[in-house]
């Protein structure tokens, strides 16, 4: 038997922040994805992405939390495997946004896509998840962009398995040590 999910999307409280849920067809031997396909994107109201000019992917433990990051570039993220709890903070200056937090369960054939200055954090709800970042400019170490700690209670991001803030297998220095919210210009 084949079961056909089309290509879905749900706006969220932030602006531009929208979660979707891929194609997938399964039949017998599995599932497959489509990780992206522009026609559809553009049908479903979504911006034209590609050509993506980096990909990334992390496989990170259980527990552990990476981010909150929020760049001068478009990223498309997702899990290719395992399970991760996302959350997505608007601190861009002046948008009608500002502050708001989303957050989003990622399963394989979940995506969010994030625009630019929109912090992007998650963590990992199994051992060995993979998370995937497409981003439609590369990376570069003095690139445009904040972060804020993605401990910082007034956020209220509910991580679903407690985090340590002195356990360097759950969160970076880097992480720990960014501002908070209320400390962004």
Known sequence: MVTVVDLSTETTGIDGLVVVTMKQVTDERGTIREFYRESAFVDAGLPSLG?????????TVRGAVRGMH????TKLVSVASGR???????VRPGSAT?????QVDLVPGVQVLVPPGVCNGFQALE?????????DVEWQPDM???ACTPLDPALGIDW????DPD??????AKDRSAPRLAELP
């Open 127 to 135: 051992d060995g998840t993979q998370f995937l970042y497409c981003f």
């Open 51 to 59: 050509p993506w000019v980096q990909v990334n992917v992390t496989e």
């Open 167 to 172: 356990d360097q297998a759950q969160v970076s």
């Open 84 to 90: 991760a709890h996302g959350a997505y903070v608007d």
């Open 70 to 73: 929020g760049e001068a570039m």
């Open 144 to 146: 445009a962009g904040v």
């Open 98 to 102: 500002f502050g708001a937090v989303v």
């Open 160 to 163: 679903p398995i407690a985090v």
